[in-house]
């Protein structure tokens, strides 16, 4: 019910920034927890960070958190990933996903996730 295609990812130094973003193209995007994911090379896919549909709960994984921002702007059907202070170990394949309508507040595997984006990949250099 939801096509989510990403933009923004691309190559930065260590300690720069970037941002990623997520458009939504179905309706009632307020009804949906939007997460972002990524996967490094040979690694299983981990979750970053995540958003309640009701805003309110958030959730950001212990390695970026304080450097990683993510906010949702539902007007504009629009999820965003504020990475500041990049490390070449954030270099992976950003994933946005959404889930429709979920109560539960702690959702971090990518199996509970029904919708994603295409993909988006970040490079950290040293």
């Known amino acids: 019910q939801v096509q989510l295609v990403e933009s923004g990812g691309g190559l930065v130094q260590a300690g720069g920034s970037l941002r990623l973003s997520c458009a939504a193209s179905?309706?009632?995007?307020?009804?949906?927890?939007m997460a972002w994911f990524r996967q490094p090379p040979g690694k299983e896919r981990e979750c970053v960070t995540y958003i309640t549909w009701s805003g309110s709960s958030t959730y950001y994984a212990r390695s970026v958190k304080g450097r990683f921002t993510a906010s949702r702007v539902n007007a504009k059907n629009t999820v965003y990933l504020q990475m500041n202070s990049l490390r070449p170990e954030d270099t992976a394949v950003y994933y946005c996903?959404?889930?429709?309508?979920?109560?539960?507040?702690?959702?971090?595997?990518?199996?509970?996730?029904?919708?994603w984006g295409q993909g988006s990949q970040v490079t950290v250099s040293s």
């Open positions: 996903a959404a889930i429709h309508r979920t109560i539960v507040t702690d959702i971090t595997s990518p199996d509970e996730y029904g919708y």
């Open positions: 179905g309706r009632n995007f307020r009804d949906y927890t």
